[in-house]
């Protein structure tokens, strides 16, 4: 979808105080079967006695100021999370425009797994261009993978995850500093992939309420690709990844060589994945040096990934107005995303 018309502004993080070393948590024996391409990320722990949700409303606040935006001009606000926020039956969306203020938004919840943020900003930018009287639209993003519901360090193949909020405002007209033209965005999904979330489960009435009250996703995945084997799962990844990339290249018109397109971001996974997955399969496209990989600094985010790459993009690469941004993406379910960004200030 070409879009050019709405700008991306004030993207911001909110990390926590807490920072562990995957050495130190490898030293006292925490994490099991490590991947050492993961590296020697320090790992943002959100250990306090409050929701996680409180990320985003930290990194919101960051935006707002940062724009100087007012709370009020925030029509719409979109949050995501994929997992526990603080409190059971309960709207994070709601506290979040709460505590920032933004009173007169219309909060919604997004669970799309680490995806999220994208299908966030799709669906904000279509709201956008259908009501032109939607100001400024807010996508805020948090959480926190808490012990003992989730284990951090050995959750999932491929990775450990830290935790960390992000904001990011839609508006009309680009803020002074740190503004992005929204050039296109595209997504490719394969809904046939959710079993392997599930594969060899039983249903259960909520929560982490099975295996002694903890998380286990390597578990599925290792039944599920027992089944059906690796190849149909990477083959349709393959096709889903550059597909993505393809559609929102081409509805940019651009094709990937442009000396331009300076930044390719992707997930903050492990080392290998980097290279085998993302390396292999997008440096045909746009060269092996535009492409980078920041999962050796904090571990992978969920849904913070992407508001946590357009930051470090921004804030590291001296970017100049022209220069293009590629954002890759994917999420459980499965989904896969690209978001082509122009650099205006």
């Known amino acids: 979808m070409f879009i050019g018309d709405l700008y991306l502004n004030g993207c911001a993080v909110s990390y926590p ?15 099991r ?24 409303v930290e990194a919101l606040r960051q935006s707002l100021k940062s724009t100087g935006t007012d709370a009020s001009d925030v029509d719409l606000l979109i949050h995501c999370g994929w997992w526990h926020q603080g409190f ?32 966030a900003l799709e669906l904000t ?36 995850h830290g935790d960390a909020g992000t904001a990011m405002l839609v508006s009309r007209e680009p803020a002074a500093r740190g503004a992005f033209r929204i050039v296109s965005i595209a997504s490719k999904a394969a809904p046939e992939l959710e079993e392997m979330n599930r594969s060899g489960y039983t249903a259960t009435p909520g929560p982490a309420l099975r295996d ?20 149909g799962f990477m083959g349709r990844s393959r096709e889903a990844l550059t597909g993505c990339v393809r559609q929102a290249l081409q509805d940019a018109g651009l094709d990937g ?8 971001s992707v997930p903050r996974l492990s080392g290998k994945i980097f290279e085998t997955v993302y390396r292999a399969q997008l440096a045909p496209l746009f060269g092996a040096e535009k492409l980078v990989w920041w999962g050796d600094r904090t571990a992978h985010l969920g849904v913070a990934d992407v508001g946590a790459n357009i930051e470090d993009t921004h804030d590291e690469h001296a970017l100049e107005p022209g ?12 989904t896969w995303s690209c978001l082509v960004l122009e650099s205006v200030a």
């Not at 079967?33 to 985003?56: Q, Y």
């Not at 039956?89 to 995806?115: D, F, K």
Request: one cysteine or more.
């Open 17 to 31: 105080a807490t920072r562990v070393p995957v050495a130190e948590a490898l030293a006292q024996g925490l994490v």
């Open 33 to 56: 079967d490590f991947d050492e391409t993961i590296g020697n990320p320090d790992v943002p722990v959100f250990d306090e006695n409050a929701p996680a949700a409180d990320m985003a």
């Open 88 to 119: 059971d039956i309960w709207s994070a969306a709601h506290y979040v425009a709460h505590r920032t203020g933004a009173l007169g938004a219309v909060p919604m919840n997004l669970s799309q797994g680490c995806n999220a943020p994208m299908a």
């Open 125 to 160: 930018v279509r709201a956008m261009r259908a009501d032109d009287t939607i100001r400024t639209g807010a996508v805020t993003a948090a959480d926190a993978m808490q012990f003992p519901q989730v284990d951090r360090w050995n959750l999932n193949y491929g990775c450990v």
């Open 212 to 231: 002694g009250g903890r998380v286990d996703l390597k578990a599925a995945k290792k039944a599920y690709l027992t089944q059906y084997g690796m190849d």
């Open 257 to 264: 060589g442009e000396s331009r397109i300076r930044v390719v």
């Open 323 to 334: 220069d293009i941004t590629v954002v890759v993406n994917a999420g459980g379910g499965y």
